[in-house]
C-alpha cells in the first residue's frame, strides 16, 4: 500500500496554524481549482463525521474533455491542534486515508506532517505509481504555498474580523475571495439572486434594482464581482448582457451605499480592457488615458456607474484585472487541450503583451484592498512582470512538457469568438503596470510566470521557500 508524505513549516504559531484549517474554506483554499470541484460539504468543518462531497479531475482533462470522478470523504479523526485525518468512503481507489499532523516548530512556527496512505483498484505497474505520486507532489506543493501565502498575508493585514457583503460569489473569483475571507475569520454573506437565499446569503435583483438592504446594513464591506461572462461571440445581445449586468449591478449597490447606515468600503472588479485593446509601446498605468473599443466603454461606464458612492464618501477601488490564470476556468484553462496533443502555441503576435495575474494572488488583491484604508480609485491587478505572448506559449509548453511551436491561426479564436470578440479579447497588446498595488504593500506570492503556471496547474516545482 503506496505511503505519501509532504512536510512543510510555517512561521507561525501550532494555534493560529490549526484554527485556520478549521473555519469554512479551508478545502477551497487548499485545492487545485480544476483538480477537485467541492460539490457538497463540508457538513460540520472537520468534525468527526463530516462529509465532502467532491469530483476529482485534472486541469488538462478537464478542459480537454470536462469530465471527473465522484468521491465521498469523511472526517475520522480529530485531536484539536494536534491532528485530523480523514478517508474515502466511496471513490475510484480502494482506500484512502489522509492524516494531518500538526506540531511546533522551532522559533513559535508550525510543522505540518501531510500522510496519506492509498491503495489503487486494481493493482498498478510501478510507472503508475510513480505517476499518481508526481501528482500528489503537485498537490502538495500548491497547499503549502497556498497556506503559507494565505496566513503571511492575514497577517501582514491584521484585520479584526469583518463581515463583507460579496456579489458574484460563485464565480472563478468570487469563490477563492470568499473562502480566503472566510479562513481568515471573517462573516460572508453572499448576494444571490435566488428569491429564497439559502444560508448566508441575500437577495437581489440587479435588473430591478432591488437589494436586501438589511444584509448590507449589518455588513463593513462590500465585494462586487457580479457581471456576465465576457467569453463568448460578441453578438449584439451578448455585449448588452456584458454592459447591462456590470451598469445595472453596480448602479444598485451605488445607491445602496449612498444611503446611511451602510458599509463605506467598496471593492469592485474592473478590467485592463479600459486601456483599449492594442497599446503597442506603452506602459499602462492608472493614469493612462482610457482606449478605444467596446470593453473600454464598458469598463468606463462600469466604474462610472459607483459613482453616487463615491460621491456619499465610501471608499471605493477598482480592480482593474488582467488576464487570470487558473486551472478551473478563465483564459488559460481553454488553451490545455492543445498543448497537451502537442499541437499549442502563442495566440496573438509573439511581441504582443500580455499582462497576467495568478488566480490566488487576485483572491488575495481583493483581501488587500478591502483592509488597506489608503487604497482607492483604479488599481491595477496584474503582476509585476507582464510577458510577451512568445514567452507565454513558451512557458506554458515549459510547465506541461510539451512543445510551443505552432501560433494558432487566426481563424480559430474568430471562429469561438467572432471577430469582434478576437479583436478584444486575443489580439491585444497591454503592458501594464502594477505599480500602485505594489506601492500599497501588497506582496506576490507568483510575481513570475514560471511559478504562476507551475501553482496553477500543480506541477511539482512551484514556489515552496519561506
Known sequence: MPVFEHVSHYPHPREEVFAW?????GFVRLTPPGMATLLAGPTDGIEVGSELRLKISDPVLNGLLGVGLPWLVRHVELVPGERFVDEQVRGPLKSWRHEHLFSD???GGTTITDRVTWEPPIPLPGFAIDIITGRLAGMFTFREAQLRDDLALHSRLGAAPAHVVVTGASGLIGTQV???LTTGGHRVTRL?????PGPGEA??????GHIDRAALEGADAVVHLAGASIAGRFTPAHKEAILRSRVDGTTTLARALASGGMPRTLVQASGIGVYG????????TEASAPGTGFLAEVVEAWEASAQPAVDAGVR???????????GGGGALLPQLPLFLIGAGGRLTAADAWLSWIGLDDMARAYAHALFTPGLDGPVNAVAPQPVTAGEFARELGRTLRRPALLPTPDFGPKLVLGSEGADQLI?????VSSAKLEASGFVFGQPTLTAALRHALARPGARTEA
Not at 21 to 25: A, D, I, K, Q, S
Not at 319 to 324: D, E
Open 203 to 208: 437577495s437581489w435583483d440587479p435588473a430591478s
Open 277 to 284: 485593446a492594442r497599446r503597442p509601446g506603452d506602459l499602462l
Open 178 to 180: 470568499c473562502a480566503l
Open 427 to 431: 489580439d491585444t497588446d497591454q503592458r
Open 316 to 326: 471605493a477601488a477598482f480592480l482593474r484585472t488582467g488576464i487570470v490564470l487558473s
Open 105 to 107: 516548530a522551532p522559533g
Open 192 to 196: 444571490v439572486r435566488s428569491k429564497k
Open 21 to 25: 484549517h478549521t473555519r469554512p474554506g
